[in-house]
């Protein structure tokens, strides 16, 4: 079973930027892929951006040029995910979801992740 644990939210003001992070563990599949999704108060999960094992990452539109996911280099289980120009849409929880095998095009789709973390608040003040 594999566990996630996600770090690194809190309260930016809008145009700041935050940097989560997401440490896997347990029976991690090679190759996985990890992925970051975003929930709006009241709204459903959107994937923001996904890493695959091989170091592939993909985004969604809405953060196209000011996110990016990456790999720890030592540790190739911890992801991080830093955001920049952060508005106050922005503001949700983030989490950390696994899917096995490769990221292609099932990646942003909330149903088809195998484990969830519990989530880290982000909240962007204007």
């Known amino acids: 079973q594999v566990q996630l644990v996600e770090s690194g939210g809190g309260s930016v003001e809008a145009g700041g930027s935050v940097r989560l992070v997401c440490v896997a563990s347990g029976a991690i599949a090679s190759p996985t892929c990890l992925s970051w999704f975003h929930q709006f108060p009241g709204k459903e999960r959107e994937g923001v951006a996904a890493i695959s094992g091989g170091g592939t990452d993909y985004y969604a539109d809405s953060v196209k040029g000011r996110a990016f996911i990456s790999r720890d280099r030592d540790n190739r289980n911890t992801v991080y995910l830093e955001i920049q120009s952060l508005q106050p849409e922005d503001t949700g929880m983030y989490y950390c979801?696994?899917?096995?095998?490769?990221?292609?095009?099932?990646?942003?789709?909330?149903?088809?992740?195998?484990?969830w973390g519990q989530g880290t608040q982000v909240t962007v003040s204007s």
């Open positions: 979801a696994a899917l096995g095998g490769f990221c292609g095009a099932r990646w942003p789709s909330p149903s088809n992740q195998e484990t």
